[in-house]
DNA sequence: ACCTGAACACCGTTCAAGT
DNA sequence: ACCTGAACACCGTTCAAGT
C-alpha cells in the first residue's frame, strides 16, 4: 500500500527559497528543509538525488519565474525602452530574492548542470531577442554579453553590499544602463 | 616552555588557496587545510577564530595581490590606454584565480566584513583614480561602478560558464570594455 | 605560546523496515 | 510508492593536557 504524499517537489522548492531567503544558506540543512515541508531528512532523497539536486532544483524554480517576469514587454514600446524596462524588471527581482540570486549564480554549484544553463538561457532569451533586433544578427551576441555582464555585475556587487561611497544607487544603475545601451544603440535612438 | 611554531598566517593562506584552487571549496575543510601545513586542525584556532575567518584571511590575501599587480600602470600612457590594461589585468587574475575570485565576491561569507570591504576598496582604487582624472569627480563614482560591474559580472560569468554560444570571449571582452570605455571618455579620446 | 587527541553537536547520506 | 529511525562517515569547534 502507497504513503501517502505529505509533501510536493512544488512545496519543497517554495521552501528552500524561503529558508534561504529567512536564514542563509546555513539553515539550508536536508533536516530543516524537510521539517519545513512536514518530513523527515531522509525522505527527500526520494525526490532529489543530492542536497546539491535540490538546490539547483530551487535556482531552476526561481529561473522560470525570473524568466516569466521578463517575458512580456509592452511592444508598442521603443526597443531602447523596452530594454530599459527589462534591465529595471531584472533588478527588482534580483534585489527581492538576493539569496536566491546569489544561488543561481554561485558557480561552484551551478557551472556545469545543463538544465540550469539552460534556464539562465532562457531567462536571458527576451533580452537576446529585442537586442538582435536593435543592432543586427552580427553583434547581436556580444551585445548581450555587455548588457548581461553589466547587470549581474552591478547587481552582484550591490547585493554584496560593495558599493560603499553612498551616492543613489538607484542613480547609479540607470547612468551606468544609459551608458550601456547607448553605446549599443546610437544609431537606432537617432532614428 | 613554547613549542616552536610549525607553520605561519602567510603559508597557512597559501594553503588554502591552492586546495581551493585545486579541489574547489568541498575540499577546504579546517582538517585538510591542517594537514596541508602539517599541523592538526585544533591548532588552526589559535591563528583564527572560525573557518570564516580563515577563508577571509585568504581572500584578503588574495586582493593585496590584485591590487600589488593594478598599482603601477605606466604613466607614460594615454588614460584610456592604462583603463584598457588594467582591465585585462584584472581579468588575467581572475582567469588565474577562478575559484579564489569568487570566495572574494561570495556574497554570504564576505558582506559586512569591513577588512575585506576595505581591501576590495584597495584593489579599486587606482582604478578610480584614473577614472576621476578622465571624467571629473563629479561622475567618478557612477562610471567607477559602471566600469567595476562589466568587470566583474564579464568575469563572474565567464568563470562560471555562462556563455555558451561560442564566439569568441576574448573579442567579447574587448569589446564590452571598448563600449563602456568610449561611452565615458568620449569627449577625452577626441582631444 | 603553540600543538595535540578526545569529545561534542551537527551534517549529508544510506538502508532496512514499515505502510 | 512514500515515509521513517537508526546508523555511517564526516564536519566545525572546544577543551583539558602536553611541551
Given at each position: ?14 521552501a528552500v527559497r524561503n529558508l534561504l531567503e529567512t536564514g542563509g544558506?546555513?539553515s539550508l540543512?536536508?533536516?530543516a528543509?524537510?521539517?519545513a ?62 539569496r ?92
Amino acid at each position: 500500500m502507497s504513503a501517502p504524499a505529505k509533501t510536493s517537489e512544488r512545496a519543497i522548492c517554495e521552501a528552500v527559497r524561503n529558508l534561504l531567503e529567512t536564514g542563509g544558506e546555513a539553515s539550508l540543512s536536508m533536516r530543516a528543509v524537510a521539517q519545513a515541508v512536514g518530513i523527515r531528512a531522509p525522505s527527500l532523497y526520494k525526490r532529489f538525488k543530492s542536497r546539491e539536486d535540490l538546490l539547483c532544483a530551487a535556482a531552476r524554480d526561481a529561473l522560470q519565474e525570473l524568466a516569466e517576469l521578463l517575458r512580456h514587454p509592452p511592444n508598442d514600446a521603443q526597443t531602447y525602452e523596452n530594454l530599459e524596462r527589462m534591465a529595471h524588471l531584472y533588478r527588482k527581482f534580483a534585489k527581492k530574492n538576493p539569496r536566491t540570486y546569489a544561488l543561481i549564480f554561485s558557480s561552484e554549484t551551478m557551472a556545469a548542470r545543463e538544465d540550469l544553463l539552460a534556464a539562465r538561457q532562457a531567462a536571458a532569451e527576451p533580452l537576446f531577442v529585442l537586442l538582435a533586433h536593435a543592432v543586427g544578427k552580427d553583434t547581436a551576441l556580444p551585445a548581450a554579453r555587455l548588457l548581461v555582464s553589466y547587470l549581474h555585475g552591478f547587481l552582484s556587487m550591490e547585493l554584496a553590499k560593495t558599493f560603499r561611497f553612498g551616492g543613489n544607487i538607484q542613480d547609479a544603475f540607470h547612468f551606468g544602463l544609459t551608458k550601456v545601451l547607448d553605446s549599443l544603440l546610437v544609431s537606432k535612438k537617432l532614428e
